[in-house]
């Protein structure tokens, strides 16, 4: 893990179509003014890379992936599931993510992150939303240290929310932990993200669903920076 801010400052715009998503990320992001927050659909957002919460499989056939997916053609559920079999044998562990051309110009990318590892899994009481998150933007940080500048802006739907039946407020927070691991971290692998969150799963599971929890990374000895 470093504590290496990304070069080029990116463009985040949260977007969803559910009315209490989005009013909970305002709640959850009042102290972050540089997000960008509004109702409406992902398609509608003209950035480099959109972020769809999926299962570990890649199998784009429900929710926000299956507008995706009818959006940007069959062929992009084609080339997640091959990274996914590249990279992680087939199955991609929630806390993970791939990033792949769009083959569009709007957006270049599409970020792939589970929330569940089967479709249509109830994720309300685990603290996945935060995990894709933060996978996802460990995604834009691996992206952009292969070709730098090529992420600059992305846009995020609400996590779980519907086919994961997350509630709004739980959801915002844990998106809102998420982010914050981006803003002043990068992870050595998603190995690492994934022990950082869930060595704190207990302090976030026990908070009151209206308090945000920040997750605070293990400091490591100067070499490792």
Known sequence: MTAD???TPLRVVLTDVNTAVVEAWRAAFADTPE???RKGSI???DVDAWVSPTNSRGRMDGGVDAVIKRYLGAGIQLRVQKAIRDRFAGSLPVGSAVCVA???VKPRFLISTPTMETSSQNV???LNVALACAAAFQAIHQQNKK???SIQSVAL???GARTGRVPARVCANLMWTG??????????DYDDLRRTIVAQLDDIESAPVEKRVRIAPPKRPASHR
């Not at 982010?179 to 050595?188: G, I, N, P």
Request: hydrophobic share 30%; glycine share 10%.
């Open 35 to 37: 997000i960008e927050i």
């Open 124 to 126: 309300s009481e685990t």
């Open 147 to 149: 070709a730098p500048g």
């Open 102 to 104: 769009s083959g569009a």
């Open 157 to 159: 739907v609400g996590m």
């Open 179 to 188: 982010h914050t691991l981006f803003h002043d971290y990068s992870f050595e």
């Open 43 to 45: 398609l509608d957002e």
């Open 5 to 7: 801010r990304p070069q």
